[in-house]
């Protein structure tokens, strides 16, 4: 790629907090007669293309600042020639890191090509003569949807014309923009073209309109980032910061009130709040899902609400609603007052303290003692007596004082809040609280709003009272919510996505605001949101309507990389089936740019969930192309850590040793499934540089022992922070054991040879030192201090067993223990680990066993009508299944196994040879009396098998492959019967 064009931004910062940047440019093509036309495009941060008011793409897809990703749009047939055309961009530029962006600066660059026989023409290229203009209706002051994400959106349609796309529209009041330098400027040193193909989008529609309700919102909602204004400057990470300090306010009323203040999803740094001196620590505040609530008498005049924070923040925002019996507003305590200024002061932070996973050594101490300090806030604070700041009279003191009293030594740590930080109402605090919502039945009319055709439907206003809808769309999904209505101007329409209800009950999913307000403007408009969700239920709240609102559709534009649905399943147990369809569900919608852990609440690649997911992948759609541009991300993360990062690329360095372990398995992996040799010599040195690191911190006993997030599983496992664990000793003699596979390709023998003989030592070790005689099993860890752990898992011993650790009698326990588990050992506690048993089970020929687990375990999950799989298994209380609490996140495609297992061995396609040139297929019967199904190939084709279960124990296998793959068939042990082999193109 040739560039002319140049980087250009607008506006007076260079990298504003969320704000939406419009740009255009016109121009006239005097000729007709081009053959092709190719707008190469990228932004920093997300940006949305249209050509004379067709929306062409969405991207850049994610990518670290220093490759920034570029897309190429074929554009020719939506050109004119002789007439204005138009190129419109809008660039949503974040101003934050998070999960899956690390914090550049505002810029877009944009070139149309045409073709012209041999010769490309540069006809348009962003420069100085483009227009641009921030996106007037775009409403900065909302909080982050999350942590891992970006902001929510607030559309004011009053305030922008939606016409700004077209040929047409005069954007003589717009400024030019400015450039901000070349192609290669920094953050943006070098540019690499897509991989991968856009993402697909279509319409899904809703199945039913849920229920109708009558509802008053509290009269005052609002959120804070509190991360970001108690630690300047932590705007350019997402890594969790640990401080102490109060925020304050004012509320003032009329008359004495009663007042209930709801402090919505108690953040780990919450620790109680002071109301006028009286101090309602966290746990005795009323619990309602993860919202603490707290009623209060409050006085004539001003009372004082002190929120009272101590340990770890990770951006996610402190939301506050206030409901009180008599009108009230919120003042500032210090008395300043001004457009910018918000009614918060915060006071501290006393103590803070940035920790980054991938660190290791001394900076836990240091973290430790951050924690302490935090568990002695508010009997010893530093510098100021938390008693003196319980008064009103105090915080006025301060705030007058000129630096000439005592109290000057206290005023350097008041500081007011800016509006920056601070919403200007939340949507997402409405919709989980309302002062009162009263049920109705839905009229059949409203139903019409689920049709595929435009028919009209009034969402009903109530006198005095706001209107709430809740949308099914039958099953989860991904992607943008769109509307069309017909409406009063100002009437506001507030959206909030969430994943499960349970007999009206609705789960809010934790650290999640997934929620848009849309402002109408006057008559017929139409919206289609510019911000990614996930979810099944969209609650709709109409407020301040004086008519009913005329609504003639609400869809999901679901967005997902584009796959076909290749493989297939199919058997006589109904349940086995429905849960090898949400597996398949559940995998496509965790598939974006990269594999993504959820569609809702993160949206983020996590390196290690990935490895599992291209297995799944590989056998429900193929999607090798998706897989290879997950594993080349990953070194871009040495930046942050020589350990590589568990979530790529992201503002959040932390690290997963077992996460780094499978990248490298599934790098291996990558190449048994396609046979690509470049990209096993590509790959490796950056295999070889993190793991000749990790090697560096083998201990005297030749066993891996660091400070690091040493996880595997949601269960009660010892995997401590610091401290040798064995699963993760296990999964690095893997990780040797597929380096060296890699080097071999790579023609680098004797670095292959040393990392076998490297895993041999360290397998010696881990039998050594890391097995119990008396307990017959490994232990799960040996602590820091030196004590081995008195926790034994069936996770260790899967892995070992994954890991091909031991071997004779104690092989032959272990195996054993997969079926009938010792007394006390941890059970397995996700469906991510149920992979590695799984895995584990096929091993031991185990099949059956493995199958029943996974009719029990997702089986629990269709009984509440799960339409994905859960990230975790069903919570349990009481011995019973808890309703009200059963996961976390109700799409995740870790669990998504049985779309792998189901093919893999009960349809028994294996391949035997890289790029899957020759197959194994040997089924297992599991019971079943017939299946059939299909197995995606990486080059070409599919295989299909069908087979069926006779008398006599007799099997009839059927098997349909391309005729260049080399089948060995097999009927299962004990069994007799008939092949038939059809081979497609002889």
Same mark, same amino acid.
């Given at each position: ?82 007439? $204005? ?127 109708? $309700? ?7 909602? %609002? ?27 004012? &509320? ?11 402090? @919505? !999803? ?13 101090? !309602? ?44 019996? +008599? ?86 740590? &008041? ?9 200007? +109402? ?43 809808? &809740? ?65 099944? !239920? ?23 990389? /584009? ?6 399943? @199919? ?30 609440? +993160? ?31 990953? /070194?871009?993360?040495? $930046? ?59 201990? +005297? ?41 890699? %080097? ?138 808890? /309703? ?26 294996? $391949? ?75």
């Amino acid at each position: 790629m040739r560039w002319t064009a140049k980087w250009i931004w607008g506006g007076s910062e260079s990298s504003p907090r969320n704000e939406w940047r419009c740009f255009r440019k016109t121009f006239v093509l005097n000729s007709g007669d081009w053959e092709e036309g190719m707008l190469s495009i990228s932004a920093d941060s997300r940006y949305v293309l249209y050509v004379n008011g067709t929306r062409v793409g969405r991207g850049p897809s994610r990518s670290w600042p220093s490759e920034q990703s570029f897309d190429t749009h074929e554009v020719g047939h939506l050109l004119k020639a002789g007439m $204005s055309n138009t190129i419109a961009v809008l660039v949503q530029h974040y101003g934050v890191s998070n999960f899956y962006y690390i914090r550049g600066r505002g810029g877009l660059l944009a070139q149309l090509d045409l073709r012209l026989g041999q010769e490309t023409v540069r006809q348009v290229a962003t420069d100085d003569t483009w227009r641009t203009s921030r996106h007037e209706g775009q409403g900065k002051r909302v909080q982050r949807m999350s942590s891992q994400q970006g902001f929510v959106e607030r559309i004011d349609a009053r305030l922008w014309d939606e016409q700004w796309i077209e040929p047409d529209f005069n954007d003589g009041c717009w400024t030019h923009a400015c450039i901000v330098g070349e192609v290669g400027t920094a953050p943006w040193t070098a540019l690499l073209l897509r991989t991968i193909p856009p993402l697909a989008e279509e319409t899904v529609y809703p199945s039913r309109v849920e229920s109708l $309700s009558q509802v008053v919102p509290i009269p005052w909602t %609002g959120c804070i980032d509190l991360r970001n204004h108690m630690i300047p400057g932590s705007e350019t990470d997402a890594n969790a910061t640990h401080y102490a300090g109060y925020v304050a306010t004012l &509320i003032r009323t009329g008359k004495p009130a009663k007042a209930v203040i709801g402090l @919505l !999803y108690a953040l780990p740094i919450l620790q109680g709040a002071f109301v006028n001196g009286v101090y !309602y620590p966290k746990k005795k505040l009323k619990a309602v899902q993860t919202q603490r609530y707290v009623e209060v008498d409050l006085q004539s005049g001003d009372n004082l609400l002190m929120i009272v924070l101590a340990g770890s923040d990770h951006s996610r925002g402190l939301f506050i609603g206030v409901d009180c019996s +008599e009108p009230f507003e919120l003042v500032s305590p210090v008395g300043v007052a001004g457009d910018d200024v918000s009614p918060f002061v915060s006071i501290g932070p006393f103590i803070s303290y940035e920790y980054l996973d991938h660190q290791y050594g001394p900076e836990e101490k240091a973290k430790q003692r951050v924690i302490e300090a935090c568990a002695a806030f508010g009997s010893d604070l530093p510098d100021m007596a938390p008693e003196a700041a319980q008064t009103i009279e105090w915080f006025r003191a301060v705030g007058q004082s000129a630096g000439a009293d005592e109290l000057d030594a206290y005023s350097r740590w &008041i500081r007011p809040i800016s509006n920056t930080y601070v919403s200007e +109402e939340s949507v997402f605090a409405h919709a989980i609280w309302k002062k009162q919502s009263i049920a109705m039945p839905v009229p059949a009319a409203l139903q019409h709003l689920t049709a595929a055709h435009a028919v009209p439907s009034f969402i009903p206003v109530y006198e005095e009272q706001d209107t709430e809808i &809740i949308v099914d769309f039958g099953r989860q999904g991904s992607g943008y919510i769109q509307f069309k209505v017909e409406a009063e101007a100002g009437t506001v329409l507030d959206f909030y996505g969430f994943e499960h209800m349970h007999e009206g009950w609705i789960q809010y999913t934790t650290y999640l605001d997934n929620s848009l307000r849309y402002i109408c403007r006057e008559g017929h408009q139409q919206y289609t949101s510019n911000v990614r969700r996930g979810f099944r !239920y969209l609650m709709v709240t109409v407020r301040g309507a004086r008519t009913p609102v005329k609504i003639t559709g609400i869809q999901l534009l679901q967005s997902h990389y /584009p796959v076909a649905e290749t493989g297939r399943f @199919l058997c006589p147990d109904q349940t086995l089936n429905e849960i090898w369809r949400i597996s398949r569900h559940t995998a496509k919608l965790c598939m974006e740019d990269t594999f993504v852990d959820c569609p809702a609440y +993160e949206q983020t690649f996590w390196v290690g969930d990935s490895r599992n997911e291209a297995l799944i992948s590989y056998y429900l759609f193929g999607g090798e192309e998706l897989v290879k541009r997950c594993l080349e991300l990953v /070194p871009g993360s040495a $930046s942050q850590t020589p350990l590589y990062a568990d979530q790529v690329p992201s503002g959040f360095s932390s690290v997963i040793p077992n996460w780094t372990f499978f990248w490298v398995n599934a790098c291996e992996e990558y190449y048994e499934r396609t046979g690509d040799r470049s990209f096993a010599a590509g790959i490796w040195p950056h295999v070889a540089y993190t793991l000749d690191h990790y090697l560096k911190l083998l201990n +005297e006993n030749g066993l891996l022992s660091l400070d690091a997030w040493n996880f595997l599983d949601w269960a009660p496992i010892d995997q401590p922070r610091e401290g040798i664990v064995t699963h993760q000793n296990m999964f690095l003699v893997k990780a040797l054991q597929s380096a060296a596979e890699l %080097g071999g390709l790579a023609g680098d023998g004797k670095k292959a040879s040393q990392y076998r003989e490297t895993a041999e030592r360290l397998s010696a070790a881990i039998n050594r030192h890391l097995w119990q005689e008396e307990k017959q099993a490994y232990l799960d860890c040996i602590h820091s201090d030196g004590r081995p752990s008195d926790i034994f898992s069936m996770q260790t011993q899967v892995v070992a067993i994954l890991c091909g650790i031991p071997n004779g009698e104690r092989k032959e326990m272990l195996m054993h223990y997969l079926v009938s588990p010792p007394s006390g050992f941890v059970p397995i506690g996700s469906p991510f680990m149920s992979f590695f048993y799984y895995e584990a089970l096929a091993q031991a020929d185990q099949h059956r066993y493995m199958v029943d687990d996974m009719r029990r375990q997702y089986g629990q999950m269709l009984d509440y009508e799960a339409t994905t799989c859960w990230e975790m298994y069903p919570k349990m209380k009481e011995g019973r299944i808890d /309703p009200y609490n059963l996961t976390r996140s109700h799409c995740h495609a870790w669990s998504a196994a049985p779309g792998y297992f189901l093919g893999a061995y009960v349809l028994g396609v294996q $391949s035997t040879a890289p790029g899957m040139r020759k197959v194994k297929i040997e089924p297992h019967p599991c019971g079943l009396e017939w299946a059939r199904g299909s197995v995606p190939l990486p080059g070409e084709g599919r295989i299909d098998v069908s087979w069926r279960m006779e008398e006599d124990s007799c099997m009839l296998l059927r098997v349909w492959l391309p005729a260049a793959i080399e089948a060995e068939v097999r009927l299962p042990v004990g069994v007799e019967g008939n092949v038939e082999i059809y081979r497609l193109g002889e």
